[in-house]
């Protein structure tokens, strides 16, 4: 039995090729479990209505816009085509610990897709909300794997269809393009050497991404939205301030754009827990605010700025310190590389004995254009992957062995991906109708995959 396996360059391209095997029966059209492995989740919904979703041509669209590379495998738990997924990272990747997750994914009041899942990685995107303020929910089942944790999922309980292996390529060496461009400009400007390790502490210090809220125990989703917000704010304004905003104007006490940047400063270290042993009132006055070791993070990030100029400023708000301080950035050597490939094969093949067969199919995202890849090494990681897939595949008990072809069927759909996808399987649907042409099956399939006909 042949597996079919596609190759993309974003990620999200998977999206039209899992869709024509859908249409084919290659694949069960629900209850199908998700082994994604990458260095990243890519569990973000998409910033829409989840009904919207069910539209193949709006989802398309939404593919196809900036930032949907993280926002690709929501949308097939929201159509019900996958019931379980199984993330597994390497060790360097820390979104989420390893464990099981179970909440749900819903449409808020404003009528865009959020979670009840109370993770730091949904608190940076301000998409945590109670499970009373979300409407039309389905459930999200999550397993997350690492290469460190003794943790395993329990592949006997998912009671799957069958189930998809989809792999990046990042999953091996992984850039953080936003640390990459800061750290050309930390040198093209001669700025402090711990400037991304300041700015990194201080990120993840913040009070709304902290699952424990020192002084106060009905810290709500709403109030983490609103810090969230309010932190993003701060932080734009207090990068695009000017030097004349935070020093007094000669011959004047205290100016006006002084007295906006002050206040600025303390509402930012506001945003930190205190962890002084005093009361609510004290912790609040300036003092405490400027002193306390708990927003020490903050007091040196805004000492940071405070010395920087504007063309670093610029590229800082440019990067986003949520990317710079949150995405995984590791430069694996060959060996490590290697090791990785070993351990990842020896974890497919005990997918493959827990649910009794071989993956329905497989994807293959090379995330080297987006600059998540090594473009160096992205084309010898993707050979060796699939050098690594052939031969433990004639091992799976679908595989006839009196074959002497590979298992594996390669499509290589990075050019249109989403033309290529609704051409690929033509020849190989065996459809109902028995006295159709090929012809008219062939305009039939074509219709199914989104063609039109005048």
């Given at each position: 039995?042949?597996?079919?396996?596609?190759?993309?360059?974003?990620?999200?391209?998977?999206?039209?090729?899992?869709?024509?095997?859908?249409?084919?029966?290659?694949?069960?059209?629900?209850?199908?479990?998700?082994?994604?492995?990458?260095?990243?989740?890519?569990?973000?919904?998409?910033?829409?209505?989840?009904?919207?979703?069910?539209?193949?041509?709006?989802?398309?669209?939404?593919?196809?816009?900036?930032?949907?590379?993280?926002?690709?495998?929501?949308?097939?738990?929201?159509?019900?085509?996958?019931?379980?997924?199984?993330?597994?990272?390497?060790?360097?990747?820390?979104?989420?610990?390893?464990?099981?997750?179970?909440f749900?994914?819903?449409?808020?009041?404003?009528?865009?897709?959020?979670?009840?899942?109370?993770?730091?990685?949904?608190?940076?995107?301000?998409?945590?909300?109670?499970?009373?303020?979300?409407?039309?929910?389905?459930s999200?089942?999550?397993?997350?794997?690492?290469?460190?944790?003794?943790?395993s999922?329990?592949?006997?309980?998912?009671?799957?269809?069958?189930?998809i292996?989809?792999?990046?390529?990042?999953?091996?060496?992984?850039?953080?393009?936003?640390?990459?461009?800061?750290?050309?400009?930390?040198?093209?400007?001669?700025?402090?050497?711990?400037?991304?390790?300041?700015?990194?502490?201080?990120?993840?210090?913040?009070?709304?991404?902290?699952?424990?809220?020192?002084?106060?125990?009905?810290?709500s989703?709403?109030?983490?939205?609103?810090?969230?917000?309010?932190?993003?704010?701060?932080?734009?304004?207090?990068?695009?301030?000017?030097?004349?905003?935070?020093?007094?104007?000669?011959?004047?006490?205290?100016?006006?754009?002084?007295?906006?940047?002050?206040?600025?400063?303390?509402?930012?270290?506001?945003?930190?827990?205190?962890?002084?042993?005093?009361?609510?009132?004290?912790?609040?006055?300036?003092?405490?605010?400027?002193?306390?070791?708990?927003?020490?993070?903050a007091?040196?990030?805004?000492?940071?700025?405070d010395?920087?100029?504007?063309?670093?400023?610029?590229?800082?708000?440019?990067?986003?310190?949520?990317?710079?301080?949150t995405?995984?950035?590791?430069?694996?050597?060959?060996?490590?590389?290697?090791?990785?490939?070993?351990?990842?094969?020896?974890?497919?093949?005990?997918?493959?004995?827990?649910?009794?067969?071989?993956?329905?199919?497989?994807?293959?995202?090379?995330?080297?254009?987006?600059?998540?890849?090594?473009?160096?090494?992205?084309?010898?990681?993707?050979?060796?992957?699939?050098?690594?897939?052939?031969t433990?595949s004639?091992?799976?008990?679908?595989?006839?062995?009196?074959?002497?072809?590979?298992?594996?069927?390669?499509?290589?759909?990075?050019?249109?991906?989403?033309?290529?996808?609704?051409?690929l399987?033509?020849?190989?649907?065996?459809?109902?109708?028995?006295?159709?042409?090929?012809?008219?099956?062939?305009?039939?399939?074509?219709?199914?995959?989104?063609?039109?006909?005048?």
């Amino acid at each position: 039995m042949t597996i079919h396996c596609c190759i993309v360059d974003d990620h999200c391209d998977i999206i039209p090729f899992l869709h024509s095997c859908y249409r084919i029966n290659l694949l069960p059209s629900s209850n199908v479990s998700l082994i994604h492995i990458d260095s990243h989740p890519d569990l973000v919904p998409p910033a829409d209505t989840l009904s919207s979703l069910s539209d193949t041509s709006h989802l398309y669209t939404l593919m196809e816009s900036n930032g949907s590379i993280s926002e690709f495998i929501l949308p097939l738990i929201v159509n019900g085509h996958v019931s379980h997924i199984v993330w597994l990272c390497p060790y360097w990747s820390d979104q989420f610990n390893a464990g099981h997750y179970q909440f749900l994914i819903g449409d808020n009041s404003d009528g865009l897709a959020a979670v009840t899942c109370q993770e730091p990685y949904y608190y940076d995107e301000g998409l945590v909300y109670d499970q009373s303020e979300l409407t039309h929910t389905c459930s999200v089942d999550l397993s997350v794997c690492c290469t460190d944790s003794d943790y395993s999922f329990n592949a006997s309980s998912c009671n799957s269809n069958g189930w998809i292996l989809d792999i990046c390529l990042d999953y091996f060496t992984v850039s953080n393009p936003f640390l990459v461009d800061l750290e050309s400009n930390i040198s093209a400007y001669n700025c402090p050497e711990d400037t991304v390790e300041i700015l990194r502490e201080m990120y993840l210090s913040v009070r709304f991404r902290s699952k424990l809220v020192t002084h106060d125990e009905k810290y709500s989703s709403s109030t983490r939205r609103k810090e969230q917000k309010e932190f993003r704010n701060l932080v734009d304004d207090l990068l695009s301030e000017t030097s004349s905003d935070c020093r007094c104007v000669p011959g004047v006490d205290v100016c006006e754009l002084h007295k906006v940047a002050r206040s600025r400063r303390e509402r930012f270290l506001s945003l930190f827990n205190c962890t002084c042993e005093s009361d609510a009132a004290e912790r609040e006055q300036v003092t405490c605010l400027g002193k306390c070791s708990g927003r020490r993070p903050a007091q040196r990030f805004i000492s940071l700025i405070d010395s920087l100029d504007g063309p670093m400023r610029t590229a800082i708000r440019e990067n986003d310190i949520t990317m710079i301080a949150t995405l995984p950035h590791h430069e694996s050597s060959w060996d490590e590389i290697e090791e990785l490939m070993k351990s990842l094969a020896e974890f497919i093949n005990s997918c493959v004995q827990h649910f009794g067969s071989g993956p329905k199919v497989i994807c293959i995202a090379r995330s080297d254009g987006d600059g998540y890849t090594d473009n160096i090494l992205v084309d010898r990681i993707q050979s060796r992957v699939l050098q690594m897939l052939q031969t433990i595949s004639k091992h799976w008990p679908s595989y006839d062995r009196s074959e002497t072809a590979d298992p594996i069927t390669v499509h290589d759909i990075r050019v249109d991906p989403y033309v290529r996808c609704r051409e690929l399987f033509i020849d190989k649907r065996v459809l109902s109708g028995g006295n159709m042409s090929i012809s008219a099956k062939k305009r039939k399939l074509l219709e199914e995959s989104g063609f039109k006909f005048s």
